[in-house]
């Protein structure tokens, strides 16, 4: 790019006030290096960037946008709310409705509460499970991402005897000490935690189909198995449905699961991105027994001025609205299946190792040979080819993840033309 173009000279600036020039460190394109686009607008698939080129959007806000941009009804509820009130810090009706409306979609859940991001609901639902159980001790897994609370940015520890280490400055020792860090998909791993933690256990935080990197899924052996244990040790299982959560399908994945295992269901459950439709909004919500530990009814204190925002409750209902009609998770599966098998085609025709996955909208894709099963194998699969890969899909106008461990999402406004305008750029990448 060059270094006179409106986005070379936005970046300059930006990173004059703003730490890496960015409100979020995955925008600034660091793990595949360039320069960042600095989007002016957006509509339907597309993204217009500042110098005017317009992209087929893949990031989707990082999943929120499973409609396209400037859906008529969502942009209609989302003024009408505006001139209305912008935030009272009072109970509204519109609140009660969205609560109602995603507790119709996830039967597990029985009461949620609204809170203003992903990191806040899985930050409140990890204190929420320890208050509820009493026990201080929880599993997350490697490649797993919950959002940037403290006690949740932590990588493996030296065994299962260990426990965490950060995995940012700023968090000490004491605040993680508690956290243990598994392998995804490791069964011998959870049967040894439990052995040696089970009765300390508050809770286990997993991605059901992990979009942190990229896209992994839980295998069913290995999901039964930490249903069971969970059970069997008095430890809550929490659901992070930030990203999987009605992307992947209007009963989320664990609607999912419920259909491979049965009788699965989480204890909790963390949504974010989709139930906002692009506000600030996000969830977490469990049985009735468990969420009235919450303040004001209990002791668990939980609080947020914006939570449950008049204008973002107002988008994430009409999203809802729109992706609760007939077929149209159907529609969006069947398209995100033509660009995944479209993109591997291509490379197989290339001569090209890659894999690829998706579930509902959301999507992944690897340059390997075979399906990554956690943390590790996707730190093996081949970055370099990776990364001149989403380079070239740039350039030809197509914007997919800035990074190798994140998940692509495609939404209804993503059309047959989108699908292969992508696939088409994808070949000539390949064969370059
Ligand atoms: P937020 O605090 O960013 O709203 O949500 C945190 C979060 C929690 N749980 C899961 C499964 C998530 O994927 C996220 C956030 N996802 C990233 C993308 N991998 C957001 C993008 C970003 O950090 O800018």
């Known amino acids: 790019m060059s270094t006179d173009s409106r986005n070379a000279r936005l970046f300059a600036r930006a990173q004059q006030v703003i730490p890496g020039g960015v409100n979020s460190p995955v925008r600034a394109f660091r793990a595949v290096g360039g320069v960042p686009r600095f989007i002016a607008r957006a509509e339907g698939a597309y993204m217009i960037d500042a110098d005017g080129r317009r992209y087929i959007d893949y990031i989707g806000s990082w999943g929120p946008m499973i409609l396209g941009h400037g859906h ?57 499970a320890r208050g509820a159980t009493g026990r201080s001790r929880i599993i997350k897994f490697e490649g797993c991402y919950h959002g940037h609370a403290d006690a949740l940015l932590v990588k493996a520890g030296s065994g299962l005897a260990t426990f965490g280490h950060p995995t940012s400055a700023g968090v000490p020792a004491e605040v993680v000490q508690h956290t243990l860090v598994l392998e995804y998909n490791n069964l011998a791993q959870i049967e040894e935690a439990f052995a040696l933690h089970g009765r300390d256990l508050a809770c286990v935080m997993i991605e059901p189909i992990a979009g942190n990197m990229n896209f992994v899924r839980a295998s069913v052996p290995f999901m039964t198995r930490l249903r069971e244990l969970c ?23 664990q609607a999912h699961y419920a259909k491979l295992i049965p009788g699965f269901a989480p204890d909790m459950s963390v949504f974010g991105k989709v139930i906002g439709g692009g506000m600030p909004l996000a969830a977490f919500g469990g049985k009735r027994a468990v969420m009235e530990q919450l303040a004001p009814l209990g002791p668990v204190y939980q609080a947020g001025t914006l939570s449950g925002n008049p204008v973002a409750t107002a988008c994430g209902l009409a999203t809802l609205k729109e992706i609760a009609k007939p077929g149209f998770y159907e529609a969006l599966a069947q398209r995100t299946r033509e660009l995944v098998d479209g993109l591997v085609g291509a490379a197989k025709a290339a001569g090209v190792p890659m894999v690829g996955d998706c579930e509902g909208g959301m999507f992944g894709f690897f340059f390997a040979g075979e399906l990554p099963q956690n943390y590790a194998s996707v730190l093996a699969t081949d970055k370099e080819r990776f990364n001149r890969f989403f380079h070239a899909m740039l350039e030809s106008g197509v914007y997919f993840a800035p990074a190798l461990y994140e998940a692509g999402f495609v939404s209804a406004a993503h059309g047959a033309a989108e699908i292969g305008a992508t696939v088409e750029a994808a070949a000539r990448a390949l064969r370059a």
């Not at 809170?115 to 899985?122: D, F, I, K, L, R």
């Not at 059970?231 to 994945?253: I, K, N, P």
């Open 231 to 253: 059970t069997q040790h008095g430890a809550l299982l929490v659901f992070d449905e930030v990203m999987t959560g009605f992307r992947v399908g209007l009963g989320s994945a």
């Open 72 to 128: 008529p009804a969502v942009l209609e509820a989302v003024q009408q709310a505006a001139r209305e009130g912008l935030s009272y810090g009072a109970p509204t009706e519109r609140e009660v409705e969205l609560a109602e409306a995603i507790l119709a979609h996830v039967p597990s859940m029985e009461m949620l509460r609204l809170v203003s991001s992903g990191t806040e609901a899985a930050m409140s639902a990890l204190r929420l």
